[in-house]
């Protein structure tokens, strides 16, 4: 078994570092770059960053934080929120980030995955699925570019725009289109699940895990260090990403990690 990772999530929003539940009701929980230093002393393999208001006039916001952050740790992160085109990637990762988070873009112009991947790296390529769950509904909207799924019975719908636009995208299937179009990571989020501390969508993670070869991140609703162990045994993640749980001092890192190898599991 491939050794399991521990990823704090920043949400950021105009500089500073936000928690919600399901995407609304932000609280302030700190400076990102202050916030980054400590996951870096406390041991954690990787760090997302997330501008969940991202638009053409924070982009300079963005990328200052993007520098700092780089001056300050030692551990790869992953920025996204408002990346377009790969000339955005490119402003991202030469501020000083390993790799470039993509949601809404990939589902509206799917060869930006192909595209920046062979600039980049596949590794440095991950693509966001927010999803929600809807049962067996058959989608019936036309999303842009045609992307998979669109008449298919599904258990999860692919949203974007920050979670406030259905796509009538079926989950694994945009996940295994994704694979194929190059990217090296997926971060999935369950929008159901998120800040509500009542655990992972462990149906979902699995599912998506099981459908592609590439590392899947777990993302929304950890509220225990149980809940990580579910969502890396029994929901197949590669690795978990955490936010409240850290971010407000419940657990460190290394409490964290301790807990998952007395488990059994192997990590970083």
Same mark, same amino acid.
């Given at each position: 078994?491939?050794?399991?990772?521990?990823?704090?999530?920043?949400?950021?929003?105009?500089?500073?570092?936000? #928690?919600?539940?399901? %995407?609304?009701?932000?609280?302030?929980?700190?400076?990102?770059?202050?916030?980054?230093?400590?996951?870096?002393?406390?041991?954690?393999?990787?760090?997302?960053?997330?501008?969940?208001?991202?638009?053409?006039?924070?982009?300079?916001?963005?990328?200052?934080?993007?520098?700092?952050?780089?001056?300050?740790?030692?551990?790869?992160?992953?920025?996204?929120?408002?990346?377009?085109?790969?000339?955005?990637?490119?402003?991202?990762?030469?501020?000083?980030?390993? #790799?470039? *988070?993509?949601?809404?873009?990939?589902?509206?112009?799917?060869?930006?995955?192909?595209?920046?991947?062979?600039?980049?790296? *596949?590794?440095?390529?991950?693509?966001?699925?927010?999803?929600?769950?809807?049962?067996?509904?058959?989608?019936?909207?036309?999303?842009?570019?045609?992307?998979?799924?669109?008449?298919?019975?599904?258990?999860?719908?692919?949203?974007?725009?920050?979670?406030?636009? *259905?796509?009538?995208?079926?989950?694994?299937?945009?996940?295994?289109?994704?694979?194929?179009?190059?990217?090296?990571?997926?971060?999935?989020?369950?929008?159901?699940?998120?800040?509500?501390? #009542?655990?992972?969508?462990?149906?979902?993670?699995?599912?998506?895990?099981?459908?592609?070869?590439?590392?899947?991140?777990?993302?929304?609703?950890?509220? *225990?260090?149980?809940?990580?162990?579910?969502?890396?045994?029994?929901? #197949?993640?590669?690795?978990?990403?955490?936010?409240?749980?850290?971010? %407000?001092?419940?657990?460190?890192?290394?409490?964290?990690?301790?807990?998952?190898?007395?488990?059994?599991?192997?990590?970083?």
């Amino acid at each position: 078994m491939l050794a399991k990772r521990i990823i704090p999530c920043l949400d950021v929003d105009g500089g500073r570092v936000v #928690k919600g539940i399901r %995407f609304v009701d932000l609280i302030d929980a700190g400076d990102p770059v202050e916030q980054a230093r400590r996951y870096d002393r406390e041991g954690a393999d990787e760090l997302v960053f997330l501008d969940i208001t991202a638009s053409s006039d924070k982009r300079d916001i963005v990328a200052d934080m993007v520098r700092r952050v780089a001056d300050s740790v030692f551990i790869p992160f992953t920025v996204g929120g408002g990346i377009r085109t790969v000339e955005d990637m490119r402003a991202i990762l030469t501020s000083g980030a390993d #790799k470039v *988070s993509i949601n809404t873009a990939a589902i509206k112009e799917p060869s930006i995955i192909t595209e920046g991947a062979r600039a980049f790296g *596949s590794q440095a390529i991950v693509v966001a699925i927010d999803a929600r769950r809807v049962g067996n509904k058959v989608a019936t909207s036309e999303p842009a570019a045609s992307p998979p799924g669109n008449a298919a019975p599904q258990l999860w719908e692919v949203y974007i725009h920050g979670g406030r636009t *259905s796509t009538g995208i079926d989950v694994i299937e945009w996940a295994k289109r994704v694979e194929d179009l190059g990217a090296g990571e997926i971060l999935l989020t369950s929008m159901d699940c998120d800040g509500t501390r #009542k655990g992972y969508d462990l149906d979902l993670t699995r599912g998506v895990a099981q459908a592609v070869s590439i590392p899947v991140i777990a993302s929304g609703g950890a509220g *225990s260090l149980e809940h990580l162990y579910e969502a890396l045994s029994e929901g #197949k993640a590669s690795a978990v990403l955490a936010a409240s749980i850290f971010h %407000f001092g419940e657990f460190t890192i290394g409490r964290a990690k301790e807990y998952l190898r007395d488990r059994g599991l192997p990590m970083r």
